[in-house]
């Protein structure tokens, strides 16, 4: 059985600052992923919304193994999404290159009759010179003693 990390080492994670970095969705890449969900290419260099489950993650210099580790999950198997809420400031452009900024926004541990896990939110900000382009909460459920 997996050690369950202490309260505390959960708690702690809130205010973690991933190292930040850059990212451009490259006019190939936008191609491959609007072509996966079924869509047409939006004109005039638009990227498809669908970039933003990526972007903030890779820009911000992290990685969803990064994320797992950060809270000590069980398995990939061990993780249950609670959900992933974009806001766009501004459409998302091909070769464009964006700043992206993450960090922990909370992290708590949960119990009820049944469970016991940790609620684990991340909040990615993505800009282009100095403006505010979109941001992506993810919030994770690390569930604990349950493989």
């Known amino acids: 059985m997996h050690k369950v990390p202490l309260e505390a080492e959960i708690r702690a994670l809130t205010g973690h600052q991933f190292p ?25 260099g638009l990227a498809h919304p669908a970039a933003l489950f990526h972007l903030p993650i890779v820009g911000s210099g992290t990685s969803i193994a990064e994320m797992f580790a950060l809270g000590q999950a069980e398995s990939d198997l061990s993780i ?37 896990y940790d609620r684990i939110q991340f909040v990615f900000d993505v800009s282009a010179q100095d403006r505010a382009v979109a941001r992506s909460t993810v919030t994770w459920h690390y569930t604990r003693n349950t493989l």
């Open 20 to 44: 930040g970095g850059h990212y451009t969705i490259a006019h190939w890449e936008n191609v491959l992923l609007t072509g996966c969900t079924g869509a047409d290419l939006l004109p005039g």
């Open 80 to 116: 249950m999404i609670e959900s992933y809420e974009w806001e766009f400031f501004q459409p998302l452009q091909e070769e464009r290159e964006y700043r992206v900024e993450g960090h922990i926004a909370s992290a708590e541990r949960h119990r009820d009759s049944e469970r016991e």
